[in-house]
DNA sequence: CGGGTTATTGATGGTGTTCAAGGGGTGTGG
DNA sequence: CCACACCCCTTGAACACCATCAATAACCCG
C-alpha cells in the first residue's frame, strides 16, 4: 500500500504510542502527548510555552485516518480545526460539473481551518494513512483569544498561507506547462525538506490527477512532461515518488 | 481624466479637508480624525473602540497618490502597511521575461500588508487618484500585540484573504476564458457594493490589460469577450466601467 | 491470478495565444 | 480650435499549446 519513500517521510510512526485526549495533563509526573509530539516545533502550537500547552491539549483529540478518507466536506459545517501531525491531507473545491481544483496539500505541521467561515469552503480527505490533532473550532478560538502568542502564530501561518497562495496564484495564471510542474515538484521538495531534511528523493502521496488538478492541467499533460524528464535523466521514476537527478536544469525549468 | 463612474465611486472625496497626523488626537475636544474617516467602519480600525482609535492615529500617517503611482516595489523593505481610503490599487508580482499575474485590486477599506516578510513580494501602484493611510509596520504590529481585538481582526482579515485567494485559483486553474472574466465582473460588482451600495454600474478602474494580468488571459481574449457581452446586450459599454443589463446571462456563464 | 484503478503514450482537435493592423479617445502643442 | 501623437482597445487571421479522445500498459489489492 504505502511505498517505502512514503514511509520514510510521510507516513504515520506506527511505533508510536497510541494518542488519548489528555486528561492525564493534570496529572503530576504524567508526560504530555504534546511533548511527545513529532511536530511540536513546527505546528502552530509551537507558540504555546511547555507550560500553557496542557490548557490547549485539553482541547485536543487525536485523530487516524485510513488512506484517502475524508476528513470533511465543503459545505459542511466548520467545527473543528486541525494539525497534521503525520501524512498528507488534500484540499480540494469541487465546481458542478465535476471540475476540480486542488487548492493545496498539507502534510505534518500544517493547521487546517484558517480561512473558515461557518462552513468548510472546500474538502479535505487523507491521501495516505494519516494522523491529526482535533480541536473544537469555538474553543479554540476562545483560547487564542486568551493566549495572544497563539492567535499571533495563527495569524502568521495565515500570511504565510497567502503568501504561497499568491505564488501559486503566479503559476497557474502565467506559467507554462512545464514550468507548472517544475515548480510544484520545487516546492514539494522543499516543504518536505523542514519536515524530513533535504533529500534528493521526492515522496509524491498525491497522484497525478492529484498534481494535474493542483496545476490547472490534464493528467495526460503531467504524465508526459514527467516522463520526458524521467528519459532526459532530470528525474528518476522512484515508487512513490521521484528523485530528482538534475537540480539545475529541473531549476533551469522555471526561468525565474 | 477619471470618468463619471470612478467619480462616484471610487475617487477620493475631494472636499473631505486635509488629514494630518494626528497630533490633535490628545487634545480634549479635538475631533480626530479617524471619527471622519469613510472606512472606519469597514477597516482593520473598526476593531479599535473610540477610546482606543487614537493609538491607532497616533501611527497614522495620511497619503495621497496620483493615478499610475507606485505605492512599493517586490523586494522593497517592507517598511510600511497600509489601509485604502480612496481610489484603487493594483497588486502584482512580475516574472523576469515581463510575463505579470495581478494578484488582486485593493480598494477602499482594505488593509495592504498581510502577506508581508522582510521585504514585499508584491508591487502595489495606483489606479487612479488614491488615498491611503500608512503605518509603520514594526509599530502597527507591536500595537497589534497590545490590542488584541485588533489582533483578531488582522487575523479575520487575513484568512477573507485566503478564502478570496483560493477562490480565484479555481478561476485560473479550472475556469474557462468566458468563465473567467464572467467571475471577475460579478465578484469586483458585489465588493463595490459593500463601499458604495448594490449597483448595475460597474466601474472598472483598471485597464483591460490589467484584468487579461489578473486572469491569466490576453487582453485581446478579454476584449473580444467582453465586445461579444456588449453585442449581446449583457453589458453596456459605460465610460470607465460597464453596467450590467442582463444579469441572469453573465452569472449562467458561470454554470456553478 | 484477475479486476479495477491509475499512469503512459499516441493521434487529433479546440480554445486561447500570437501576430498584425486599424479604430477611438484623450491630452498636448501649435 | 484643430492636428497630431500616444495609448489603449478592438478586430481579424494563423498558429501553438495543451486538451480531448482512445488504446494500452503498469500497478495494486482482493
Known amino acids: 500500500m504505502t511505498s517505502a519513500l512514503e514511509d520514510a517521510v510521510i507516513s504515520p510512526d506506527v511505533e508510536a504510542p497510541a494518542r488519548q485526549p489528555a486528561i492525564c495533563a493534570s496529572v503530576p509526573g504524567c508526560k504530555s502527548i504534546c511533548e ?3 511536530v511540536r516545533l513546527y505546528a502552530v502550537c509551537s507558540a504555546m510555552s511547555d507550560d500553557d500547552i496542557s490548557d490547549l491539549e485539553i482541547l485536543s483529540h487525536h485523530l487516524d485516518l485510513p488512506p484517502r478518507t475524508p476528513l470533511f466536506l465543503a459545505g459542511d459545517s466548520a467545527r473543528h480545526v486541525f494539525t497534521v501531525t503525520s501524512g498528507a491531507i ?4 469541487d465546481l458542478a460539473d465535476g471540475r476540480r481544483q486542488v487548492i493545496g496539500f498539507a502534510m505534518p505541521g500544517d493547521f487546517i481551518g484558517l480561512s473558515l467561515d461557518e462552513n468548510y469552503s ?4 487523507s491521501l495516505v494513512p494519516s494522523s491529526l490533532c482535533r480541536f473544537e473550532r469555538a474553543a479554540f478560538m476562545a483560547l487564542s483569544r486568551q493566549k495572544p502568542p497563539l492567535l499571533q502564530r495563527l495569524h502568521l501561518n495565515a500570511t504565510h498561507e ?3 497562495a499568491q505564488d501559486h496564484m503566479v503559476v497557474l495564471g502565467r506559467r507554462r506547462a512545464e514550468e507548472r510542474v517544475a515548480a510544484f515538484i520545487l516546492r514539494w521538495r522543499q516543504r518536505l525538506a523542514r519536515v524530513s531534511g533535504k533529500s534528493a528523493n521526492v515522496p509524491l502521496p498525491m ?3 492529484d498534481i494535474a488538478d493542483h496545476l490547472g492541467l490534464t493528467i495526460e499533460t503531467v504524465s508526459r512532461i514527467m516522463a520526458r524528464w524521467m528519459r532526459d ?3 528518476l521514476d522512484v515508487p512513490g515518488g521521484v528523485r530528482v537527478l538534475d537540480d539545475e536544469r529541473l531549476s533551469g525549468a522555471l526561468s525565474d
Request: hydrophobic share 35%; glycine share 4%.
Open 233 to 235: 535523466r532530470i528525474i
Open 90 to 93: 488534500r484540499l480540494q473545491r
Open 122 to 125: 472546500f474538502s479535505a480527505d
Open 162 to 164: 497567502l503568501t504561497i
Open 36 to 38: 511527545t509530539c513529532r
Open 207 to 209: 497522484g497525478r490527477q
